[in-house]
């Protein structure tokens, strides 16, 4: 029926406004990210791969595309009907039906033999462990091969230098992903995945969890510090070391608070008595630049919020609201903001 058709097209043309706004938005959003897991600009040598890979496949799969839909046009063109005329007639032609099957048979093969040059290029060498990390929900544990510590959502790695990662699950199935570094590969509860590295530009890049998780999938990121290898062995070295002693009246009182509340079940500080391991490690907590997985950055005020109520700030983490006067939330924040 006509009178139908007029609303639709009016209804249409919001949605397009609608949709052309949101564009814009992500984009602007996406400029404002401090850093941004940008599948473009790879610093790492299987991201680079990949990126390379996947243009050649998006190139030769467009120029099959813009064949196919030519000789459409084409053959709609020419072959439009006009009275008392017909195209020839090849149904059962063997030249032609051998030559589009060919085509796109080599088509597939090169596509497949590009696929496993790359794959196999990202399985890697056997290189010696260096890096475990363990996916909970909703955070990443850390730790290197033969070194006494760990640490949490801040992974380094010096540069120009192949890493292999063991990658594990606590819980549920998560996915690595820092896009600019590497592909992505999942994390199975009670197997280990191997993914093999090649950080290339010193810098700061996000990695997200790309497989959903749970309540607080969109809040599981990480942070990779790719360093020079002399940075990397500085911090490397301090991480190494136990806790600092807490030299104020009211990191002192922080730190006994904490060894005598439910933190200490769950957090492990070096050099004290606090050994829990449900969640992150915390020794060197105030040398991390965010807390709670990339969530909040790591000052004095979002420490507050997250101590005082982390259920508000990550509804569903596995960390509970412990009940705490502010004082003494106070106290265990001027602790913790020395524990460099
Ligand atoms: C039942 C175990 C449990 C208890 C009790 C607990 N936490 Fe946690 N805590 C966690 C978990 C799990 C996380 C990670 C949460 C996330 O990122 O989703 C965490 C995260 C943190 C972080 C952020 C660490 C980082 O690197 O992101 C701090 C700081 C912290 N807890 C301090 C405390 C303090 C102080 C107490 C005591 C008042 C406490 N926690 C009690 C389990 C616990
Ligand atoms: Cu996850």
């Given amino acids: 029926m006509t009178p139908d058709r007029a609303p639709r097209g009016h209804a249409l043309r919001p949605v397009l406004l609608r949709a052309a706004v949101l564009l814009a938005l992500t984009a602007g959003l996406a400029g404002c990210a ?47 009907e006009r009275p008392g005329r017909e195209p020839s007639q090849v149904h059962g032609n063997t030249t032609i039906e051998v030559v589009w099957t060919a085509i796109p048979a080599v088509i597939v093969v090169v596509l497949f033999a590009l696929t496993m040059q790359t794959t196999g290029r990202l399985v890697g060498s056997a290189e010696p462990v260096q890096l475990t990390v363990t996916g909970h929900q909703w955070w990443w544990q850390v730790s290197y091969t033969g070194a006494d510590f760990e640490t949490a959502n801040e992974i380094h790695i010096p540069a120009d230098q192949t ?3 063991d990658l594990l699950s606590a819980d549920v199935i998560h996915t690595f992903w820092c896009p600019q570094i590497a592909g992505k590969i ?3 509860p009670g197997h280990v995945n191997r993914l093999t590295i090649l950080p290339v530009t010193p810098g700061k890049y996000l990695g997200v969890c790309a497989d959903f998780c749970g309540a607080q999938h969109a809040h599981m990121h990480f942070l990779v510090y790719v360093e020079s290898p002399a940075a990397f062995s500085t911090w490397f070295h301090h991480e ?18 904490m060894a005598r509340l439910p933190c200490a079940s769950c957090h492990t500080i070096r050099g004290t008595s606090m050994a829990g391991t449900f969640g992150p490690d915390l020794t060197h907590l105030a040398s991390r630049s965010t807390i709670a997985a ?10 507050r919020r997250w101590i005082s109520d982390p259920q508000g700030v990550k509804p569903g983490t596995h960390m509970p609201d412990v009940p705490l006067t502010p004082q003494i ?3 265990i924040v001027a602790y913790l903001e020395e524990l460099r």
């Fill in 163 to 165: 890493i292999r990662l």
């Fill in 186 to 188: 999942q994390m199975i």
């Fill in 34 to 80: 401090q850093v941004s897991p940008n599948v473009f600009q790879t610093h790492g040598a299987s991201a680079h791969d990949i990126k390379v890979l996947t243009i050649t496949m998006f190139g030769i799969l467009s120029g099959v595309l813009i064949t196919v839909w030519t000789l459409l046009a084409l053959v709609l063109i020419r072959f439009r």
């Fill in 329 to 331: 939330v106070s106290e």
């Fill in 240 to 257: 190494l070391t136990p806790a600092a002693q807490p030299t104020g009246a009211q990191a002192i009182a922080g730190e006994a608070a």
């Fill in 294 to 303: 990339v969530t909040l950055t790591n000052t004095q005020t979002n420490l």
